[in-house]
Each structure stands twice: as C-alpha cells, then as structure tokens.
C-alpha cells in the first residue's frame, strides 16, 4: 500500500511519479484523499493541472478514467449510451430465426451485452484496484446544464439507467475537476469540491520539474531557461508560457546542442514557448535581449 498518511507522504508519492508538487498543492491532495472529496483545479495552461491526476493514478496503482469536457458534451456521452446498430443487427437476426430467438431477444437487448459504457458510468464500476482516479478536464469548456448534471452525478455517485436500474459505486471515485477558467464554473460544484488555484512555479520548483522532466539538459541551461521563461511571464504578453513550454523549449534546445541561451538562438526556438504570432512578433529585435539581460542579472545575483 502506497503511504498517504499525511501531507509528506503525498507530495514523496507523487515526487515519484515526477511530479513536483509544493505543500499547499500537497495538502489539498492528502485533504481530498482524507474526506474523499473531489479537487478542484484550476489555473493557466499548462501548469501541471491534468498531469496531477495521471501522477496521482500511477502512484495509488488505480485505473485513471478520464472525462475529456468540450461544447455540447452531453449527458449520455458522459455516462453511457446503448449501442444501436448492434441491437438492430441482433433484431433483424432474431426476426429472421422466428418467434422463440424473438422472444428470447426481448431481455436481453437493454443488458450489459448492448450498453457502452462511458467515462461516468465506468468510475462506479468496482476495481479490484480500488476506486479509479476520474479525472474531468477543462470542465470550463463545457455548457452549464451539464455542470448541473454533473453536480447531482458526484453527489452521491451513482448513476440510473431506466432499463437496468441505479448503478452505485461501492467507493466513490478519486475525482479531480479541472478549468482554465476560461468562464467562471458554478458556486453549488465549487462548493462540492476543494479549491487549489495552481499557479506558475517560482524558480526553484520549476528548476525541480525540469530536472525531473528533462534531466539530460546541463544544469547551466536549465538555470537560464527557467529564468528566462519566468522573466518573460511579467511580460505582457497574450499567453504566457506554462510549464509545458518550458520543458518543451529545454528539449529543442538540447536537440540542437545549444550550449547557452543567446537572443540569435531565441528568435530560431521561440515557437517552442509562444504560441502567438503576436507575442512571438513583441519578442524580435532587442526585445529578447532585454529579457535574457534581465534573466541572466537574475541568476548571477542568486
Ligand atoms: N509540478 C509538475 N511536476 C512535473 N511536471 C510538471 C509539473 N507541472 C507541469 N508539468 C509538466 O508540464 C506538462 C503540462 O502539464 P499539464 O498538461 O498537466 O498542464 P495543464 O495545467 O493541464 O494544462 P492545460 O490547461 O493546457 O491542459 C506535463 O506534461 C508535465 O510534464
Ligand atoms: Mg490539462
């Protein structure tokens, strides 16, 4: 059994994973564990929101699970769906067998035999594991009866299917919630939940994930890539580099063999950490230079 008994052993057990994780994010993760309620995560792009709950089902040994939100996500997308072309399959061959195929048909047609189980539905199926990880990601995408729906889905996790009747987990999920925040999500499922607002690494702690997650790049580098990155999320710009594109831009910059940072080899990789042409477009001239100036006055002062 994995150790999860206080806020140490959950940020060791996900540091095993690889994912470095600070105290406050500890805490609501041995919390959430402890009263078996849902996380809630929200933050920019690219901070680590998704990579807690794969680092979390691969520390625990569960099964992750993982509801993908989008516009018009649906209900019965979410949970479950009865597969239609192969009940009508199964009636044309029955008819054609006569009475007694037909007959016999009648029952089974709404079994476990013809039901496609999705994400929801397949968390509150018992794991010889234990409870799965559910993970349900940028829930911000999607429209606001859903969230209703799924509000009453994680209060009392079960889900009703008219022709087989209520299926409840025997242990409720381990479900993490995530939003880039591009809307507000409701009060009444924030409030189901605990609240993590996850938040750019400061030098330190990014130095640790970039080392953990690119551990060939020479310390040097990685020392000016992160004080790099960090100078330039002060900037204003119209999306700030996460995490991901810092480890990105350490990788391309290893496959070229750039040794140091300099504004030639910058202006060549800038695709790797902006994704905008407007903000890669504020980044040419001296711009960058001002930035690798201010980030290397930065490192030699630590
Ligand atoms: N604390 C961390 N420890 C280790 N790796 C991290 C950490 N934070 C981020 N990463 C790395 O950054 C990558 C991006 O993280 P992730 O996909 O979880 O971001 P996200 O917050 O879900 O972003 P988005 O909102 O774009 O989905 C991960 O693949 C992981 O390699
Ligand atoms: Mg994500």
Redesign the pocket.
């Known amino acids: 059994m994995t150790d999860i008994s206080n806020i140490d052993a959950v940020q060791k057990m996900l540091g095993d994973q690889?994912?470095?994780?600070g105290r406050a994010l500890g805490t609501v993760v041995f919390l959430a564990l402890r009263l078996g309620r849902p996380l809630f995560l929200e933050?920019?792009?690219?901070?680590?929101?998704?990579?807690?709950a794969k680092a979390l089902a691969a520390g625990l040994g569960r099964r992750l699970i993982r509801l993908q939100c989008y516009e018009g996500l649906d209900a019965s997308t979410a949970v479950y769906e009865w597969n239609f072309p192969a009940q009508m399959v199964a009636i044309r061959t029955a008819e054609a067998a006569g009475d007694a195929s037909r007959d016999a048909l009648q029952d089974e047609l709404f079994s476990d035999k013809y039901l496609i189980e999705r994400p929801l539905l397949q968390a509150m199926r018992p794991d010889e594991h234990g409870a799965p990880v559910l993970l349900i990601?940028?829930l911000d995408r999607t429209d606001e009866p859903f969230e209703a729906f799924l509000l009453e889905a994680l209060s009392d996790f079960q889900v009703t299917i008219p022709e087989l009747g209520t299926i409840k987990a025997p242990e409720p999920p381990i479900v993490i919630v995530?939003s880039?925040r591009t809307r507000e999500v409701h009060d009444a499922l924030k409030r189901r939940c605990l609240y993590h607002w996850?938040d750019y690494?400061d030098f330190d702690?990014e130095m640790e994930?970039l080392t953990?997650?690119a551990p060939q790049a020479a310390e040097a580098l990685s020392r000016e890539v992160v004080a790099f990155v960090q100078h330039l999320r002060t900037e204003d710009l119209f999306k700030k580099p996460?995490?991901?594109e810092t480890?990105d831009w350490a990788k391309c910059l290893l496959a070229l063999d750039v040794i140091t940072l300099s504004p030639e080899v910058i202006a060549d990789t800038l695709g790797a950490i902006l994704k905008y042409q407007d903000d890669i477009a504020r980044l040419h001239g001296t711009e960058a230079k001002r930035i690798l100036d201010q980030a290397r006055a930065t490192l030699d002062a630590a």
């Open positions: 690889g994912y470095i994780c933050g920019e792009a690219g901070v680590g929101k998704t990579e807690i990601d940028e995530t880039n996850v690494p702690r994930i953990a997650r996460g995490v991901a480890i």
